[in-house]
């Protein structure tokens, strides 16, 4: 067993400092698993969030638009730095920034279904071999939120 101070030097070694929050605390207590579902009014819609890529570890993850506070993915509830998992359905950790990109684009007319977790979660996860899935006991099934103009 490991003590706090080493789980977190080994979480910011392990990832870096550009992908996690500063404000969220690195050290694993349970999982923070969400399936969040959002309906754009129209497919052109934003959904106030920045899709990202870390490269050295092949993970996608979520930055929030700081200045669209009442965006779809802030109501749905992503959280910053949030680590993408499914997109509609399929498991996307090992699609590159195009293929993610091309499934997001195409499947615009459709509401978005995303399974996220913390960065926390995220590496408890990969670091035991265990797999994320929408069917895990621990998932929080977010309320779906629903765009109510195309603003």
Known sequence: MYDNQYCLFFMIFHTDLATVDENISLIYEKDDIRLCT??????????????????????HYIKLVEDLQLSLGRRVGIKNYDRIIFLNGVNIENDTVDQFMERFDTQRHLPVQMLVCSPTTYAHYKDNNKLLHNDLPTVQRLKPVYATSSN
């Open 38 to 59: 959002m309906q754009r009014a129209i497919p052109q819609q934003l959904l106030g969030v920045q899709f990202r890529y870390y490269r050295q570890q092949r993970f």
